[in-house]
């Protein structure tokens, strides 16, 4: 492909623009310019000598040379003009550089924001940089920090490692309602922040700060995870409350931090079908003749402590209130570790749950049927011998009547816990004709229902 018939001047003030800017008299062949802007940074090195233009007066070159070119002038002007060849070498000329040793956060096309502390605007990582900013912290609100108005751009963060050379102590309000964000990579180098008040509040998306290391000697951090319902550490699943502090955000057990080199988290996918169904599997992609409403991936051993992490969370149109139906795929068999807390609380619209049989290695079950609409729930084949938490289970189901499971259901006999684990069950009744009773609520219940040991389960045959 071609440009068609081009007027050498114009290559000619391309490599002039190039020259002034660079301060040499280097001469350029056409495939050399765009290389040679993309390493303009400021420098002036006092030799500029302009060339004349050639004798030749047109000639034909592949497009590919200008595109090239002005893909080099947006890297380094960060804009998203589309220029003509024309328009080049004023556009050279108008490029100014941010100079200096200076703390910068920088917006890439990508969505990726770099935080770095580098002589010049520059990133590491690549990428067309969009905007700058300068990063100095201490801020008091969110709308405070100079990049407040891209918040809403910005999905992925990398923290440089010339970042620990900044001096910052300052990091409140850092990421605050970065509301597209689902990851941080290489947090390690923030360690020595002593303030980080509200840093991650309002990131709804964020499941993971990356870090090979982290002291939070010192730091204190007030809201510090507030809103950030899907962050799972990597070392034993914690999740952070909307109260916690600068104590969790370390690695390790009860920690928010995950090392990238030590991840123990697994993942589950749920998607969420126009047609009310919610599917839950070990496949990322979606049914591809069904109408898809929401998705998103889930930790399997999240130690999830509220709403917010599940596609039927969302706005009216993927509220849990449209959720009518839930199967456990039979790829959910992969797993040899679950947690199920929260999974399916409140949603009261639920009728029928399929597939608890494919489930092995659930550890915990907190709420996960809390207020569920369903009037049968079958765990025949489901094994509950690694059950540990039960604690309000199937709290507030008051539509639930009949529980079944395998006649050889049995919990184990310790280490299990489970408070309130059918509060409000009110039409539930045993197989037996055991019926429901505020004075028997706690996880001891979930047994077969027979003579000598009343429960609420129903054994098939």
């Known amino acids: 492909m071609t440009v068609g018939t081009v007027q050498t001047s114009i ?74 060849p024309g328009d080049m070498a004023q556009a050279i000329l108008d490029l100014t550089w941010d100079v200096g040793l200076k703390p910068r956060a920088l917006l890439l096309l990508d969505g990726t924001m770099e935080f770095n502390y580098l002589n010049r605007r520059r990133s590491t990582v690549g990428g067309t940089i969009v905007q700058t900013f300068e990063a100095y912290g201490g801020y008091a609100s969110a709308s405070a920090r100079p990049w407040d108005s891209v918040k809403l751009q910005v999905k992925h963060v990398v923290i440089d490692s010339s970042w620990a050379n900044a001096g910052i102590t300052n990091a409140s309000y850092f990421f605050n309602a970065f509301e597209e964000m689902t990851e941080v990579v290489g947090f390690q180098h923030m360690s020595g922040i002593t303030s980080a008040g509200q840093m991650f509040g309002s990131c709804p998306k964020l499941e993971t700060i990356y870090a090979t290391s982290f002291s939070n000697s010192g730091m204190s951090g007030s809201l510090m995870f507030n809103g950030c319902n899907r962050l799972v550490g990597g070392t034993d699943g914690f999740v952070p409350s909307t109260t916690s502090g600068a104590s969790v955000c370390k690695l390790g057990t009860g920690g928010v931090l995950t090392d990238p080199n ?48 599940t596609p039927w969370d969302g706005s009216p149109g993927t509220h849990r209130s449209n959720l009518t139906s839930v199967t456990f795929a039979s790829d959910m068999a992969a797993y040899s570790a679950l947690r199920l807390d929260y999974l399916l609380y409140s949603c009261t619209a639920v009728t029928s749950v399929a597939g608890l049989g494919n489930l092995s290695g659930v550890t915990s079950m907190r709420f996960t049927f809390s207020f569920i609409g369903a009037t049968t729930l079958d765990f025949r084949g489901f094994d509950p011998s690694a059950l540990t938490d039960l604690y309000y289970c199937f709290g507030g189901a008051s539509t639930l009547a009949t529980i079944y499971a395998d006649s050889t259901w049995a919990l184990p006999s310790s280490g299990i816990s489970g408070s309130q684990c059918f509060y409000n069950c009110r039409n539930l009744i045993g197989g037996n004709g055991t019926t429901w009773s505020s004075s028997n609520v706690s996880y001891t219940y979930f047994r077969i229902d027979t003579a000598s040991t009343p429960g609420y389960l129903t054994a098939a045959t």
């Not at 001469?27 to 302009?50: F, H, I, N, W």
């Not at 996918?269 to 047609?275: C, G, I, L, Q, T």
């Not at 919610?278 to 930790?299: D, H, K, M």
């Open 262 to 309: 030590n991840d123990a988290r697994t993942w589950f996918y749920a998607h969420f079908y126009a047609d009310g169904e919610g599917v839950l599997t070990a496949t990322s992609t979606p049914e591809a003749n069904r109408q898809l409403l929401a998705s998103g991936r889930i930790c399997a051993i999240g130690k999830y402590v509220g709403l917010g992490f």
């Open 11 to 84: 290559l000619t003030d391309i490599a002039n623009a190039i020259r002034y800017q660079a301060g040499v008299a280097t001469t350029y062949k056409p495939r050399e310019m765009a290389a040679a802007v993309s390493a303009l940074d400021g420098t002036d090195a006092g030799g500029y000598q302009a060339q004349p233009y050639k004798q030749l007066q047109s000639g034909v070159l592949s497009d590919s040379v200008f595109s090239d070119i002005a893909d080099a002038i947006r890297g380094q002007n960060g804009l998203s003009t589309q220029y003509q």
